[in-house]
């Protein structure tokens, strides 16, 4: 007299979009040095720290995200949106899917299999990691992978930049963002 019951699990995503959007605002937070120029602030130094002129301290650096390029590890639902949003600010996007066996060009951004996410780093003004912690995604980007680019900023969810840590530790170039991914 045993019950029949099926489960069914699903993924709903229904945080894509916040956590979408929190990836862009951090992107931007860091692309523009919002958190040094608060740290700068809270210390009392109102310097200007724009555009470059006599007398005022150099700017800090800041990127300009047109005409820039944009990588988003993982097509899903979260790098869909993100993807989207980094293409409005004029930025050549590229991608990468699991289930991509070739380049595919999409709305947004330009989409390719995972192997091809070594010779995609070079290219990338920053990254955008959109995928779930697993065993093949946990050592996705180590020593190797971020001494090869050139990425004035990285963004890690914590569980994979954790991982990463180790690598990060010689490539003082990389500035590194943490943020959570569903």
Known sequence: MGLDRTL???????????????AVALGLAACKQVFEADRLLRSNDWSARGIPCDGVPEPLPMLLLQGKTALV??????GQRVARIMSAFG????????????????????????????????VANIVFLC????????????????????????????????????????????????CCWG
């Open 8 to 22: 069914f699990v699903c993924n709903l995503h229904h945080n894509a979009p916040m956590t979408a959007e929190l």
């Open 73 to 78: 590890v993982g097509y899903g639902e979260v």
């Open 91 to 122: 930025m050549q996007v590229l991608a990468t899917r699991a289930s991509a066996s070739r380049v595919e060009l999409d709305k947004h951004a330009t989409v390719h299999p995972p192997a091809d996410l070594v010779s995609l780093l070079p």
């Open 131 to 178: 995928v779930p912690l697993t065993s093949g995604t946990s050592r996705m980007l180590g020593r190797r992978e971020l001494e090869m680019s050139l990425l004035p900023t990285l963004l890690l969810p914590p569980d994979i930049g954790a991982q990463a840590a180790q690598g990060l530790r010689a490539c003082e170039r990389v500035q590194v963002v943490l």
